[in-house]
């Protein structure tokens, strides 16, 4: 009784807040520039004036340093609203489209109309950046939103539901639970859900949007490699890829899962690797639940989880070239570094998610391709290297949601860029544009002229005269 009790509140809630959000979305289906913009600015104010907030619950979450908080979570939010208040006028305005000879006499344009009620269902890894970025594009696109905050980082979680609170009058609705809830959710029709999570989640969330024909934007996942060439520079490149691997622990979608060098710099570049994650994480010796650049694993079960792969790959054979402090009370996970990864080891048939970097070598090119190619298409994909012709063949024989040449995570925050996967990595893009774009219908507009048209020539009756007026139309036009 007390289960079905729990799932009928559930149920409930579910209907209130749809219904209320239907209800709101009706008396606004497409609310003004002006109002768009003043709901941004309201959102901007809001996270400038609370970034202490933002950095206590994050850091309670996460332990996430606070420079860190600043970097991954404050940034890429405030500039996606930025963006968006410079380029919205733009954004919005109709987009003439030319006639070919065929349509002569006929004007057409693209119009941006809001998709309606919108489903925001965000992950645990960055709980406020990949909350409210995706909010941001929604309010530009003019909808109103459902957010479900990731229950893996409760006090983030709660900070996001006070801020829409203070912030939004009805247009957005926060609602905190776990799987039983998002499930309740998925069935409710909503004209778009915006997912970010496992590729496994990712296929449910498609699933249950089918049933309703609701669009999908999917941000996942997967295996995204780093692939070092002979070219490369050693210490920029180390420097770069220890950056965009071990920041939040690892513990970040478009993170270098494993890395591909090439065997004539394998022990210099292991070598640059170490220097440069102490420089960049440590205290000048080492790393240590001291060092105040460097975060924690999100739960117990993640922690136990990244274990027992470490453990799986050197009893397969990988070499731990670098590995230190594993304190499972305070989900302290010391950078580990494995080489001569074991292909059939779990750090190479899953997703890590978490501070483990495994490392495999190549001679040639037609290994890498082979390679990357055997996984599904990633997320991600680096290439590091001054060999423009090896980049190029990278870029020709491999698919990839984004690539980045010669840096790390860049091209997330570029606020022209669209970002997101492709297959098993995501379907969709999001960030500025691109963002606007999938959360707005694209509505195709055609004025006739009065009097005669063209079409005329397509309208029956179907006599002799118009068959031998359609075969040069069918062969020339």
Same mark, same amino acid.
């Given at each position: ?15 209130? /807040? ?16 002006? !109002? #768009? ?12 004036? +609370? ?14 340093? !606070? ?16 963006? /968006? ?24 344009? %693209? ?16 709980? *406020? +950046? ?6 941001? @594009? ?21 900070? %996001? ?16 639970? &776990? ?50 060439? !002979? !070219?490369? #520079? ?35 570049? %292991? ?40 453990? &799986?790959?050197? &009893? ?47 001679? +040639? ?8 190619? @055997? ?49 098993? @990595? ?9 963002? *606007? ?27 002799? #005269? ?12």
């Amino acid at each position: 009784m007390e289960v079905e009790s729990k799932e009928g509140a559930i149920t409930q809630t579910v209907n209130v /807040a749809f219904n209320a959000l239907k209800q709101r979305q009706s008396l606004q289906r497409n609310p003004s520039i002006a !109002s #768009r913009k003043e709901k941004l600015k309201k959102l901007l104010h809001w996270i400038m004036n +609370n970034r202490t907030r933002l950095k206590e619950a994050v850091h309670k979450d996460f332990q996430k340093p !606070s420079a860190e908080v600043d970097v991954s979570e404050v940034y890429p939010v405030i500039g996606e609203i930025k963006h /968006a208040l410079s380029n919205l006028d733009q954004w919005t305005r109709p987009t003439k489209v030319d006639a070919t000879i065929n349509y002569l006499g006929t004007r057409s344009e %693209i119009r941006y109309e809001p998709k309606g009620v919108c489903l925001i269902l965000s992950p645990w890894n960055f709980p *406020f +950046n990949l909350s409210v970025g995706p909010l941001v @594009s929604c309010l530009a696109a003019g909808n109103v939103a459902l957010l479900k905050p990731s229950e893996e980082t409760p006090n983030t979680s709660q900070l %996001i539901a006070d801020m829409v609170e203070e912030v939004f009058d009805g247009d957005v609705i926060v609602l905190q639970g &776990d799987k039983e809830l998002a499930t309740e959710l998925l069935k409710k029709p909503f004209d778009h859900i915006f997912f970010t999570g496992s590729p496994g989640v990712g296929k449910i969330v498609m699933k249950a949007a089918a049933a309703n024909l609701a669009s999908v934007t999917l941000e996942l996942g997967g295996k995204s490699p780093a692939i070092i060439h !002979s !070219s490369a #520079r050693i210490k920029e490149a180390a420097k770069r890829i220890t950056f965009g691997k071990f920041l939040n622990n690892g513990q970040t979608c478009i993170a270098p899962d494993y890395l591909l060098i090439h065997e004539d710099v394998k022990a210099e570049f %292991i070598e640059e690797l170490k220097t440069q994650i102490i420089k960049l994480f440590g205290d000048g010796v080492g790393i240590s639940e001291q060092s105040t650049s460097y975060g924690r694993i999100v739960n117990d079960r993640h922690f136990s989880r990244l274990g027992e792969m470490m453990e &799986d790959a050197v &009893d397969k054979g990988g070499k731990v070239e670098l590995s230190g402090d594993l304190n499972p009370t305070t989900r302290f996970f010391h950078p580990t570094i494995i080489s001569s990864a074991p292909l059939h080891a779990r750090i190479m048939e899953e997703e890590i998610f978490g501070p483990i970097l495994p490392i495999i070598t190549f001679q +040639n090119l037609e290994e890498v391709i082979e390679m990357v190619n @055997s996984k599904p298409k990633p997320l991600a994909l680096y290439v590091f290297g001054t060999n423009k012709k090896f980049r190029e063949a990278v870029l020709r024989q491999t698919s990839a949601g984004s690539v980045c040449i010669n840096d790390c995570v860049l091209q997330f925050t570029h606020p022209n860029l669209p970002f997101g996967g492709v297959n098993n @990595s995501g379907i969709g893009k999001a960030h500025g544009f691109y963002g *606007f774009l999938s959360f707005s219908n694209k509505k195709p507009v055609l004025k006739q002229k009065r009097g005669l048209a063209l079409s005329y020539l397509f309208y029956p009756p179907f006599s002799k #005269r118009m068959k031998m007026l359609l075969e040069p139309i069918l062969r020339w036009f």
